[in-house]
């Protein structure tokens, strides 16, 4: 994400948490292609804006796991006193590896903390490639568990592909995590917050997008649709919005899109949402979506 923008909201939530304690305590520009699903709003759940502010995960492993999700609240200190202040939208394997995406204000590099289904924790820092951006706003492992995407802030035309860390036999924490690859999307997307595998060859975004001026709505949920699994060889990415992100407040202002979630157990994608000005306590939403 956009750093100045990203830690203008850390500030928001800080101040406004602060004040509570203190207190009490539109068609798409592009047509949606044929194959576009449908995903219909089924319900939703308040995300608090400390913990469940940024990103979540299904965990598939170990059996019965709950939900994972991050915000400024679960960063832990050390990793903050280390400059990595930023986490982002999270995912994790069909077998039990637990990642999630960090950023820092400056510098040259971008990190990836894995749990593994044992429970410990590695890091994994990438170098940035000529024209990569600081930014690390999610990631998301490829169904056979073997590549991670990954994505840049702003106006894009691709998504990153890096070997998964902790899974792929190639990586390790004592050395630099390498690009593998690129998605080369057919369509900029804009403020990408995270993206999930659907199938080894789609992925569902959500958009941050504040303009519209893409695809004809803001924030919108993204298909891509890719040409051939991921993996060392590029590929491309044919991208559809399929429909404009719910935004519902108390507050009137600026929403802000945020992490993205597929269960394939269940069939349900969950997105997060937050709220603008004061309402990002009270009624920022995890919302649930079918498929029809």
């Known amino acids: 994400m956009r ?3 990203r830690h203008r909201r850390h500030a928001v939530l800080a101040g406004l948490v602060t004040l509570v304690t203190a207190a009490a305590l539109s068609v798409a520009a592009t047509a ?13 759940d308040r995300a608090d804006p400390l913990t469940e502010s940024q990103g979540l995960a299904s965990v ?23 400059g ?3 986490v982002g939208d ?3 394997s069909y077998n039990g590896y637990y990642i999630e995406p960090y950023q820092a204000d400056s510098g040259n590099a971008k990190m990836y903390r894995v749990q593994a289904p044992g429970g410990a924790w590695s890091e994994y ?4 490639s000529p024209g990569e951006a600081l930014n690390n706003s999610f990631d998301t492992i490829s169904p056979n568990g073997s590549w991670m995407v990954s994505g840049e802030w702003g106006t894009m035309n691709r998504l990153l592909v890096f070997p998964t860390p902790g899974v792929n036999p190639s990586t390790s924490p004592s050395a630099n995590l390498p690009q593998a690859s690129s998605i ?4 900029a997307v804009r403020d990408v917050q995270g993206c999930d595998f659907v199938t080894s060859t789609q992925l569902l975004c959500a958009s941050d997008d504040p303009e519209g001026s893409l695809f004809g709505i803001t924030k919108p949920l993204l298909q891509i649709d890719l040409s051939a699994e991921t993996g060392t060889s590029d590929v491309t990415g044919h991208v559809t919005a399929l429909r404009q992100l719910p935004l519902r407040s108390s507050c009137s202002g600026g929403f802000e899109a945020e992490g993205i979630d597929y269960d394939r157990r269940t069939g349900t994608l969950r997105v997060i949402v937050v709220s603008p000005g004061f309402c990002v306590l009270t009624d920022s939403k995890t919302y649930r979506f079918t498929r029809s």
């Open 3 to 5: 750093l100045p923008s």
């Open 32 to 44: 949606p292609a044929a194959a576009a699903d449908t995903w219909t709003e089924v319900g939703s």
């Open 60 to 82: 598939e492993v170990p059996a019965g796991s709950p939900n994972r999700y991050t915000g400024i609240g679960t960063i832990p200190f050390g990793l903050t006193l280390r």
């Open 84 to 86: 990595w202040n930023h």
């Open 90 to 92: 999270p995912d994790a």
């Open 125 to 128: 820092v990438h170098t940035l």
């Open 184 to 187: 080369n999307l057919d369509h």
